[in-house]
């Protein structure tokens, strides 16, 4: 993908990024591949980002503790950083959403005006 | 729960952070691994099977980029800013050096001489003392209020009484501060111990480093013959041998058998104790109520507060006033033992001094905000800049923050090391009866309390200019004809006020420094009564076990001969108390004729051999000295001082005249009537600021004396007769030891030494605190004067008297100095009185200290202001308005 492209992406990402991975955990606590799987899965890959950036992400959820990661077994039997979204997590997904659904009314409005 | 995991996330990412880069490596690995297996088992391709990993880190992204970010996330990004802000500080260090040692150096002299009071204050008040709960230990005194003597000594029926019927102490026993004679170990020692009853070490709570203390059964004549050694005596004669218990040390003519070592820290009753025997009280002690003899120590039981026990003691003591008359006017006075051993004066003494460095610190700050906020001015188009690219006033503040930190972390540091030599000197130059003193140095407590400091410092003196630049405006600046914000109005008043702060607390310390240092003279100009050049003195101790009374008069008679004898003395005698240190016995009298009143002082009382007041340079005023007329078996005679003389004898001689030692009922058998046959001039001998006392001397052959303070006029050097004097002594008896063999001059020197001690720091904390004001002063009337060049220029264009303009530039920073002087002489009137108990024939609040000291800060501020004005004044008006 061109490079302008993947910076704009960036910023979006910053805030449904987040707001993804919280919807996600309200499922059940995942450890970050699964996360990716799932948001993949949702968006029927039309989400595709670099994996990587699902882990910044995680660290800023985690000092807001609106997520918590804990050390966990996988089915694998390996060790695996399960994540479980917290109260105040739930919160302030609630007011991502709401803001989130203005923004897409707002321009449901102005192209449906056009 | 949120809330506290993000905490433990935070504290985690930034104080474990190996183990969090661990971590989230083998969770990018895990991450990595399961996406390779998800490729690997859908590619039907064998090549894409194979390069799986790889097609995995692709769809990751730059694995480490990520981690950064991750780490930036998690709390760490500040860090990374604060540091860019100190690579961005040292860079600007590197720029200015000039500023960067002005500045370090002035921080470094505050902080370097706070430092080292500080570790004074931490080693003498803050430590405590080195016993289990040393704050619940408590000295139990006598308040005599008879003579308003707080600390007296108990009588044994007294404090058997406050021990049984109180309910607040869970130990409480008598002492005694022993002198010993160390025999059979070479040299003959004097020795400094202490008779502890086994309780006394209970309350103290401390247990030997080897063998045990003493028990109950020790304390009964016959079964004392036990000896208890400090670890300095220990480690000096024994070599720290453990085989020395059981070993036997004579003392005093007497054998005992070691059994115990104490721990290094131990020392008690006093600083230089070094070994314990147990206290066996005599039987006649133990029922005489009026034999006042030993200082108590005890501890509060647990749960007991000091007023509380103070006041069930003092309920005690109220009833056996009343039950017993002998007890008339006596009390209780208990005090911690912490403030015991270093007492009230000296940490006034301390405290005061630690003010005076924090005053000298402040304005060490207060000349580094003025540097800083000059420098600010210069750096203004930098600030503005930096602003209109978007750079916060947050982020401003942090940078220029970051800047003063740095530099008083790099002042605090030389600091340090200033504070490492100054105490050096310090301990070169204290008295050497300061308690505590070799706890003192820069440990981990003064190091942990310097770096607070410094770093509160750099907040102080950064905050106020960087907050000034973080405000600056465009159009402010504009306004003020590109010179906004720091040299702006608001900056000039700035600037004048810290100034006008920095005299302030100038005046202060000055005003300070000043009555201490005339406290010391006034001390020093005090006419003794006697004459202590050229006197040499020593206690010589007979010990009870060799000597009775009648061989100890002999043995003194043939010392005094020999030391007469040497070459170079010019008269020698003896007296029971020491001069200047010791406060001489005393007891109440009874003149003849004259009934005894309520209130009537004590008498002190002390044997004196004839010759002794020739001897010390005394005058006498009327009568005759001792003499060879005065024996054992002639009438009771005595000498009294003219202080006394004019208490019982108002108007007439008291030549002839007659008293007795104890009250208006004593047994005439017990004392006899003495007639006075000399007065002699009054002495201050218990110290240059003690009151005069009735004083009356008693000849030695009348009551003689196994311990004296032998006294020797010599007409050289009197330390240059020390070997002469202990070879007389060997040829009377090789075995007895000379104590406390000293010039008079040097105890008169020691006396006046804390007193010098402070007059001497304060003094130089003051000058410093001067020196440093008056750069300040200079800096910035030199800053405004250079930014008014402009206008000065245009006066002087106009034809203005050179000599007007610098009239007006100096009358301009007189202003601030009157401004500052006013502020500091009301600081000064309001807290000198706290230094009053350190004071001697000298007001607080002294007029012509204080005058003396506005004058000569108006004097400094003058000159200060005086050489940037003239450089003003000869401002060349084509250059100056060429500027800008």
Known sequence: MPKNAKSQQDELLKGTLEMLILKSLTVQPMHGYAIVQHIARLSNGVFAVDHGSLYPALARLQTNGWVIGKWGESPTKRRARYYTITASGRRRLGEKVSGFDRVLAAIDGVMSGS | ?884
Not at chain 2, 194 to 211: H, M, Q
Request: hydrophobic share 45%.
């Open chain 2, 1 to 884: 729960m949120g809330m506290f995991a993000a905490l433990r996330y935070r504290f985690r990412a930034l104080f474990r952070a190996d183990a969090f880069a661990r971590e989230l490596k083998e969770e990018i690995d895990f991450h990595l691994s399961l996406e390779a297996m998800q490729t690997e088992s859908t590619a039907t391709d064998a090549e894409v099977r194979g390069d799986a990993r790889y097609a995995a880190r692709r769809r990751f992204g730059n694995v480490t980029h990520y981690a950064e970010e991750t780490r930036a996330m998690s709390g760490l990004g500040f860090f990374d800013m604060a540091r860019q802000d100190i690579r961005f500080a040292l860079r600007t260090f590197r720029h200015s050096p000039g500023f960067t040692a002005v500045a370090g150096l002035t921080i470094a002299l505050g902080l370097g001489a706070t430092t080292a009071i500080f570790s004074v204050v931490n080693a003498l008040i803050l430590q405590p003392l080195p016993y289990p709960e040393a704050d619940r230990i408590v000295a139990v005194w006598m308040d005599n209020r008879k003579l308003g003597v707080r600390e007296d000594i108990h009588s044994i029926p007294n404090l058997t009484d406050l021990k049984s019927q109180n309910q607040v102490l869970s130990h409480l026993a008598a002492y005694n501060a022993v002198g010993f004679n160390l025999t059979g170990t070479g040299e003959p020692q004097r020795i400094i111990g202490g008779a502890l009853p086994a309780e006394a070490f209970d309350a103290l709570g401390v247990k030997p480093i080897v063998g045990r203390l003493f028990t109950a059964e020790n304390e009964t004549t016959g079964n004392d013959g036990v000896v208890v050694l400090s670890y300095g005596l220990w480690q000096a004669n024994y070599a720290s041998d453990p085989a020395v218990i059981g070993k036997e040390i004579e003392l005093n003519g007497r054998k005992r058998t070691v059994i115990g070592v104490m721990p290094k820290a131990f020392a008690f009753p006093s600083q230089d104790s070094r070994l314990w025997v147990p206290l066996v009280i005599p039987d006649g002690m133990r029922t005489a109520r009026f034999a006042y003899a030993y200082p108590a120590i005890g501890r509060l039981k647990p749960g007991v507060s000091l007023a509380r026990a103070r006041s069930d003691m003092s309920a005690i003591a109220k009833r056996l006033e009343q039950q017993y008359p002998p007890n008339h006017d006596y009390g209780v006075y208990m005090v911690p033992l912490p403030e015991q051993v270093v007492g009230q004066t000296l940490r006034t003494t301390l405290w005061i001094m630690l003010g005076a460095v924090a005053a000298v610190l402040l304005i060490a700050c207060a000349n580094v905000a003025n540097l800083l906020l000059s420098r600010a001015a210069v750096r203004e188009r930098e600030v503005t800049v930096r602003m209109a690219l978007g750079a916060s006033g947050g982020r401003l503040i942090r940078q220029l923050l970051t800047e003063s930190v740095l530099l008083s972390l790099i002042g605090g540091t030389a600091g340090v090391l200033l504070a490492v030599g100054g105490l050096r000197v310090l301990r070169a130059i204290a008295p050497s009866d300061l308690p505590r003193m070799d706890g003192v140095g820069v440990n981990g407590t003064v190091l942990l309390v310097t770096s607070i400091v410094t770093l509160a410092t750099g907040i102080v003196f950064g905050l106020v200019p960087a907050m000034q630049s973080s405000r600056t405006r465009l159009s402010e600046s504009l306004r003020d004809g590109g010179r906004g914000g720091t040299s702006g109005r608001a900056g000039q008043r700035l600037r004048r006020t810290i100034v006008a702060a920095q005299l302030a607390l100038v005046v202060v310390l000055l005003t300070g420094a000043g009555l201490l240092i005339r406290t010391f003279v006034t001390l020093q100009g005090t006419s003794l009564g006697f004459e202590p050049r050229g006197i040499l003195t020593m206690s010589v101790q007979l010990p009870r076990a060799k000597y009775n009374q009648r061989q100890g008069s002999a043995l003194f008679q043939s010392f005094l001969d020999r030391v007469r004898a040497i070459p170079g003395v010019v008269s020698a005698s003896t007296i029971t108390t020491m001069m200047l240190s010791t406060t001489p016995n005393s007891t109440g009298a009874k003149a003849e004729g004259r009934a005894v009143r309520e209130n009537d002082p004590e008498v002190t009382f002390d044997v004196t051999s004839p010759g002794f007041f020739k001897t010390v340079g005394a005058r006498l005023i009327a009568g005759r000295d001792f003499d060879a007329s005065d024996r054992d078996s002639s009438q009771s005679v005595a000498i009294i001082n003219e202080h006394m003389a004019k208490f019982y004898w108002p108007g007439t001689s008291a030549i002839g005249k007659r008293f007795r030692f104890g009250g208006e009922n004593t047994d005439s058998t017990q004392a006899p009537w003495i007639t006075v046959v000399g007065v002699v001039a009054d002495m201050r001998r218990t110290g240059v600021d003690m009151p005069v006392r009735n004083e009356s001397f008693i000849p030695y052959v009348q009551s003689p004396s196994l311990g004296n303070l032998v006294v020797i006029k010599a007409a050289r050097d009197p330390m240059s007769l020390v070997s002469s004097v202990r070879a007389a002594m060997r040829a009377v008896d090789p075995n007895q030891p000379l104590s406390n063999i000293r010039t008079m001059d040097q105890t008169l020197s020691q006396l006046i030494a804390q007193r010098r001690f402070s007059a001497t720091l304060v003094a130089s904390f003051a000058v410093l605190a001067l020196v440093l004001a008056t750069i300040g002063a200079y800096g910035v009337t030199s800053y405004l004067v250079a930014q008014r060049t402009k206008e000065i220029g245009v006066r002087l264009a106009l034809g203005a008297d050179p000599r007007a303009v610098t009239r007006l530039v100096v009358l301009d920073g007189m202003k601030v100095g009157l401004v500052g002087l006013l502020i500091g002489v009301g600081g000064a009137l309001s807290t000198t009185r706290l230094a009053s108990s350190l004071l001697y024939g000298v007001s607080p609040r002294d007029p012509a200290t204080i005058i003396g000291v506005s004058a000569f800060l108006l004097l400094v501020v003058a000159f200060a202001n005086y050489l940037p004005a003239r450089r003003a004044a000869r401002v060349d008006p084509l250059v100056a308005l060429r500027q800008d």
